[in-house]
């Protein structure tokens, strides 16, 4: 199995940077894009990285309190709580790099997979803690069968995809796309991009 | 290809100027706009949309030309067409004259055409059943709350699919015993059914239209089903509560005990002489003229 490694030019490029200002790198995409197994590898190449993205927990805690899906009017208050939870892991992080698995801005796409409007506290949020680059995950499924039949849930989340992308324009950044590739060669890929050491492959 | 062909003017970022309103028409721009009332928010939302695709333009030749004409790096925001140009002409690795005239219009073909995939993309068709086909392997849901979401949509639209077709099937047979002659009183026990699958389908719709697309009107996806007696609405909502909750026929059919006057009016709407063929195309007319 391929197993994805720091290389000691890594870890020292990730020591230097420790003592310095923060560096935070957003990886974000819609379902179906591969962004679990580049956080994995992420991890697994040391690099510092947030674990779950806490929208998963809180989104599991107001389904069962609420003992159905979440209507619209449900929405003001997970997204709250799903932001504040954002800005917590932004604000902890003080010195060096560190990688998000989504950002406060994927708050936009959310919304607007809803059809709701921004909430004031997402806009304030995103023009305070600013990012210091973004990274979209193409989607990994060409979400064509071989009869060319598009399932409504892959059409849906082809959507998301587009609305987190928008929202991150929309919050003045400039994403970098990410290929559709294998995890490791997609986190070359990132770390070339931001002048770090590639880590090694097949080690 | 015109509307695409005049943004080059200014470049990116899109501005009212030079804008052409078909551009902000666009189902994909509309999707994204975060207000889509608003004019400002579709241009910004026109703005993402041209630069996501820039940043993805299909043809890798000439990404770095495309995203250059426009504006994006290796370009700056604010510099004129001609230095563009000629910087998209280097990055293709063309005479700037010949990129001018052969490339450049290729270019905007291609970026007009993927703002119309863009927009198909967003076409939302809920009035159609989703077209299902074989499932070879599983399809485990992603741990995304993203995921669970769109799974869920999924869910409550197979859910109102179903409920639709289950009171298409009643409703036809009503008319197929109408039209047998059969018994009275089958007649009756069917219709009765369709009442509760009707219902059972009103009540998926606006569960579904509620939660998921509430620009779709729950009358337009009940009527899908087929067609029914004319109910007011009261007596629609009487029926769509006694079947809301997945209720039983009989449960159906006793909390609707006693309700002697809605009863007839699905029934004996029904059990009414159907009108002569041509009286039904003179209704037709008359309708369609209204």
Redesign the interface.
């Known amino acids: 199995m391929t197993v994805t490694s720091i290389i000691p030019d890594l870890s020292h490029a990730l020591a230097a940077a420790a003592a310095g200002p923060p560096r935070r790198y957003v990886i974000t995409g819609g379902p179906s894009s591969g962004k679990d197994d580049l956080i994995t590898a992420v991890h697994a190449a040391g690099i510092p990285c947030m674990v779950d993205e806490p929208g998963r927990e809180i989104y599991r805690k107001h389904r069962e309190r609420l003992g159905r899906h979440l209507l619209r009017e449900d929405r003001h208050e997970y997204s709250l709580e799903v932001l504040e939870a954002f800005v917590a892991e932004y604000t902890a992080h003080v010195h060096g790099i560190r990688f998000y698995n989504r950002g406060i801005p994927d708050g936009y796409g959310w919304e607007g997979f809803f059809g709701l409007k921004p909430t004031p506290e997402l806009e304030e949020a995103t023009a305070r803690f600013r990012y210091n680059a973004i990274f979209v995950l193409d989607p990994l499924d060409t979400f064509e069968d071989p009869d060319d039949i598009v399932w409504a849930k892959d059409r849906e989340i082809r959507r998301v995809h587009e609305l987190v992308v928008q929202g991150y324009y929309d919050a003045g950044y400039e994403p970098v796309f990410v290929a559709a590739d294998a995890a490791a060669a997609r986190l070359d890929f990132i770390c070339a991009n931001l002048r770090l050491p590639k880590p090694g492959r097949g080690v | 290809m015109d509307a695409v062909a005049r943004l080059l003017r200014r470049g990116l970022p899109v501005t009212l100027a030079v804008v052409d309103p078909v551009l902000l028409e666009l189902r994909?721009v509309l999707?994204?706009a975060?207000?889509p009332g608003d004019e400002a928010s579709r241009i910004?939302?026109l703005?993402?949309?041209l630069?996501?695709l820039l940043?993805?333009f299909p043809d890798a030749r000439y990404a770095a030309a495309a995203r250059a004409l426009f504006g994006l790096p290796p370009a700056i925001a604010g510099m004129n067409l001609t230095v563009r140009r000629a910087l998209a002409a280097k990055q293709a690795g063309h005479e700037v004259h010949h990129f001018r005239k052969r490339v450049e219009p290729k270019l905007l073909t291609t970026l007009a055409a993927e703002l119309l995939a863009?927009a198909d993309?967003?076409t939302r068709s809920p009035l159609i059943a989703?077209?299902l086909?074989p499932v070879l392997a599983r399809q485990p849901v992603?741990?995304?709350?993203?995921?669970?979401?769109?799974?869920?949509?999924?869910e409550?639209?197979s859910l109102l699919w179903s409920a639709v077709y289950a009171a298409r099937a009643e409703l036809l047979a009503v008319e197929r015993l109408i039209s047998l002659r059969a018994e009275h009183v089958d007649v009756i026990r069917a219709a009765v059914t369709a009442a509760w699958r009707w219902a059972g389908a009103r009540a998926e719709a606006i569960s579904y239209t509620?939660?998921?697309a509430?620009?779709l009107a729950v009358d337009e996806l009940v009527a899908l089903a087929g067609w029914t007696p004319v109910l007011t609405p009261a007596q629609a909502s009487r029926l769509t509560e006694a079947a809301a909750g997945g209720m039983s026929r009989e449960e159906f059919v006793a909390h609707l005990h006693g309700e002697t006057g809605l009863g007839n009016t699905w029934t004996e709407g029904f059990l009414a002489e159907l009108p002569s063929p041509g009286q039904a195309r003179t209704v037709a007319r008359t309708s369609c003229s209204d």
């Open positions: 994909g999707a994204r975060a207000d910004a939302a703005d993402g949309t630069r996501g940043a993805r863009d993309r967003f989703p077209r086909a992603l741990a995304d709350p993203f995921a669970w979401e769109v799974a869920e949509q999924e409550q639209l509620t939660a998921f509430p620009d």
